[in-house]
């Protein structure tokens, strides 16, 4: 394309076609200033006019840049400073072995605190073992073979665990007089016993009864009492009660015993108060007595552990042993003899 003098000539490329325009040059300002209007307008409106043919056609092909490999953002992964190594002694070792990451290491802990519950369980439960069957101290315990002083079980034996009530007695007794010392009463008692009267005493309310004799009525006690009268006592008849005491660590056969004893008690004083006035045995009360007896019998001595209850049972053994020898010979020695048995009976089960 030709340049003419004055005139610039600027080619535009619009859809891939060239638009060719002049611009001429002017020496006045106005003019200048007029024909750089002029190009600002031409290229207005072929830019106008470009729009309206892009807007014509169907398709319009925009050309982009590719992008290459090298365009493309590289991704960097941000390096976690090195973790300091702990110093791990003893059973963390272990522990931060059985520890993962992200997770929090509750089995071990279980484990360790199962583990040495159960060792000191163990310790404990061998020490108390060895306590218990550690050998009693020669001087702290009784010899072997002979009862305690307390319980009057034997050693090695098993304790009793019952329970029992032992009911009150209520009976009727010649009593000899009351005294306020033990030694007042036990003094009365000898010179009773030195004129064959049998007699007993109990520990009342800050006194000591003197007992002489025991009936199974009001009426037999006074006709005992009479007959001790003649033979220059101071007697009167009354009522007393005995016992009523809770026992504990029974065994059993101990329980039994004190479960027949009011009924063997009852019968053996029926024929007691009987033959001590001179009366025959009722043919009822010596057959109930027998039948108590028997029971009574029935009952190891072995089984007896308590010292207190050994007593109760030899007592009536013995008044037992005396009404049968009065029943098969009566005379006034075995009659005696029944009353004392009794009496002493009388003393041992108020104490229990």
Do not use: C
Request: charged fraction near 25%; hydrophobic fraction near 40%; avoid cysteine.
């Amino acid at each position: 394309m030709e340049h003419q003098k004055g005139q610039k000539t600027i080619t535009i490329k619009i859809n891939g076609e060239d638009r060719p325009f002049q611009v001429k040059k002017t020496d006045h300002p106005e003019e200048k200033l007029q024909e750089k209007k002029e190009p600002m307008e031409t290229f207005a409106s072929f830019q106008t006019a470009a729009a309206q043919e892009a807007d014509s056609d169907d398709k319009f092909d925009w050309i982009l840049p590719e992008e290459g490999p090298e365009n493309e953002v590289k991704e960097f992964n941000i390096a976690s400073a090195p973790e300091k190594k702990k110093n791990l002694k003893g059973f963390s070792v272990f522990n931060a072995g059985l520890k993962k990451k992200g997770t929090k290491s509750y089995v071990p802990t279980v484990f360790f605190a199962v583990f040495f519950a159960v060792l000191l369980g163990t310790s404990f439960g061998f020490i108390l073992l060895k306590l218990v069957i550690a050998e009693p101290d020669a001087t702290a315990s009784p010899a072997a073979g002979t009862p305690s002083e307390e319980t009057g079980e034997q050693p090695g034996a098993p304790a009793g665990t019952i329970q029992f009530e032992a009911g009150a007695i209520n009976t009727f007794i010649v009593q000899g007089g009351v005294f306020t010392t033990e030694e007042g009463v036990k003094q009365e008692q000898q010179k009773s016993i030195d004129k064959g009267v049998p007699a007993s005493y109990i520990q009342g309310e800050g006194n000591y009864p003197l007992l002489l004799a025991v009936s199974a009525d009001l009426t037999k006690a006074k006709d005992a009492g009479t007959k001790l009268k003649e033979q220059g006592f101071q007697v009167f008849a009354k009522e007393l009660t005995f016992g009523g005491a809770t026992i504990e660590g029974l065994t059993e056969d101990e329980k039994a015993l004190l479960e027949h004893i009011p009924a063997l008690f009852k019968s053996l004083t029926a024929s007691a108060s009987a033959v001590f006035t001179g009366v025959e045995i009722p043919a009822d009360t010596a057959e109930n007595t027998a039948a108590a007896g028997e029971v009574l019998m029935a009952i190891s001595d072995d089984q007896i552990k308590q010292e207190k209850l050994i007593l109760l049972k030899q007592e009536l053994s013995s008044a037992l042993t005396q009404f049968e020898a009065y029943v098969s010979k009566p005379d006034a020695s075995s009659s005696d003899k029944l009353q004392a048995h009794l009496l002493a009976f009388l003393a041992a089960y108020d104490a229990l």
